[in-house]
């Protein structure tokens, strides 16, 4: 079992930058791919970033892309979310996922295709 937490949300004014984090326990992500998606309130989860288990390969969200980061740290279990030049739009409730194998954005963008989740954190972002 891999457990996650999210951390790193809040308020912030339009154009700010927030770095969210997921660090897991329980057990090594070194070897699973992470994603993190987001729920705006009343809409479906949505996609915004994936990133192989070495870092090597990432996909993005096209409407984040420029402006948001994924990354990891295997060392320390954790994975990360820069976002900067944020909008209103990216107001949601953020979460991360591990699943293990890497493959197509078509796949890794997909809900059903993580095993593992957080419980989220609240990114608000004022205009």
């Known amino acids: 079992q891999v457990q996650l937490v999210e951390s790193g949300g809040g308020l912030v004014q339009a154009g700010g930058s927030l770095r969210l984090s997921c660090a897991a326990s329980?057990?090594?992500?070194?070897?699973?791919?992470m994603g993190w998606f987001r729920q705006a309130l009343g809409k479906e989860r949505e996609f915004v970033a994936a990133?192989?288990?070495?870092?090597?390969?990432?996909y993005y969200k096209d409407s984040v892309k420029g402006r948001f980061t994924i990354s990891r740290d295997n060392a320390k279990n954790t994975v990360y979310l820069q976002m900067n030049s944020l909008k209103p739009e990216d107001t949601a409730v953020y979460y991360c996922?591990?699943?293990?194998?890497?493959?197509?954005?078509?796949?890794?963008?997909?809900?059903?295709?993580?095993?593992?989740w957080g419980q989220g954190t609240q990114v608000t972002v004022s205009s």
């Open positions: 990133i192989s288990w070495s870092g090597d390969s990432t």
């Open positions: 329980g057990r090594t992500i070194t070897y699973y791919t």
């Open positions: 996922a591990a699943r293990g194998a890497w493959g197509a954005l078509s796949v890794l963008s997909s809900t059903r295709e993580y095993t593992y």
